[in-house]
T-cell receptor, first 110, second 118 residues
Framework: GQQVMQIPQYQHVQEGEDFTTYCNSSTTLSNIQWYKQRPGGHPVFLIQLVKSGEVKKQKRLTFQFGEAKKNSSLHITATQTTDVGTYFCAGSNSGYALNFGKGTSLLVTP | GAVVSQHPSRVICKSGTSVKIECRSLDFQATTMFWYRQFPKQSLMLMATSNEGSKATYEQGVEKDKFLINHASLTLSTLTVTSAHPEDSSFYIC??????????????FGPGTRLLVL
């Protein structure tokens, strides 16, 4: 079955440094979604990428979907302490069911 | 945005009892609801997918007789953990999606239910 791999598992940065998490799927995806989960909270939808090679930006966050629709990345520029949390990618083939990556836990120290 | 609620938010029960968790879509009709389980510091694992009015589809390894799912209406799905044991202690999260909105494949997550079985 489809597997979604995400790296790194953990990332510790100083405030102001950049951060990137990468997601790879074993199969071609129809779309990929990104979620953020704060400690003790539930996943919150960030964005969905559908098109091959798509790039979307949300303020300091840049999301990319690979040309082959099998990989994706989330890049945060100039991290802030409010960026702390676990970032999950989740891929879908069809039928809406999502396969979540294991997540990347980001810790930002002032 | 779409709002999904879950009740209860936290439950502690004795081993052998059954626990029912409700998931409601408050401002949209959820044609499909998903149930996930998340152990500490791990990812979300899909347990089952339910469509309103039909039987849930369970993922491999999830016992359908232990985790009873009912999706009786377009705004409510319930998960019942029957004869709960300590190993069932986890964070249970539901999500909902709707084929009736443009963002068909976006899942909106509930706040989760923390279950502790003693």
């Amino acid at each position: 079955g489809q597997q979604v791999m995400q790296i790194p598992q953990y990332q510790h940065v100083q405030e102001g440094e950049d951060f990137t998490t990468y997601c790879n799927s074993s199969t071609t995806l129809s779309n990929i979604q990104w979620y953020k989960q704060r400690p003790g909270g539930h996943p919150v939808f960030l964005i969905q990428l559908v098109k091959s090679g798509e790039v979307k930006k949300q303020k300091r966050l840049t999301f990319q979907f690979g040309e082959a629709k099998k990989n994706s990345s989330l890049h945060i520029t100039a991290t802030q302490t409010t960026d702390v949390g676990t970032y999950f990618c989740a891929g879908s083939n069809s039928g809406y069911a999502l396969n979540f990556g294991k997540g990347t836990s980001l810790l930002v120290t002032p | 945005g779409a709002v999904v609620s879950q009740h209860p938010s936290r439950v502690i029960c004795k081993s052998g009892t059954s626990v029912k968790i409700e998931c409601r879509s408050l401002d949209f009709q959820a044609t499909t609801m998903f149930w996930y389980r998340q152990f500490p510091k791990q990812s979300l694992m899909l347990m089952a997918t339910s469509n309103e009015g039909s039987k849930a589809t369970y993922e491999q390894g999830v016992e359908k007789d232990k985790f009873l799912i009912n999706h009786a209406s377009l705004t409510l799905s319930t998960l019942t953990v029957t004869s709960a044991h300590p190993e069932d202690s986890s964070f249970y999260i539901c999500s909902a999606t709707s084929a009736l909105v443009p963002e068909k494949e976006t899942q909106y997550f509930g706040p989760g239910t923390r279950l502790l079985v003693l």
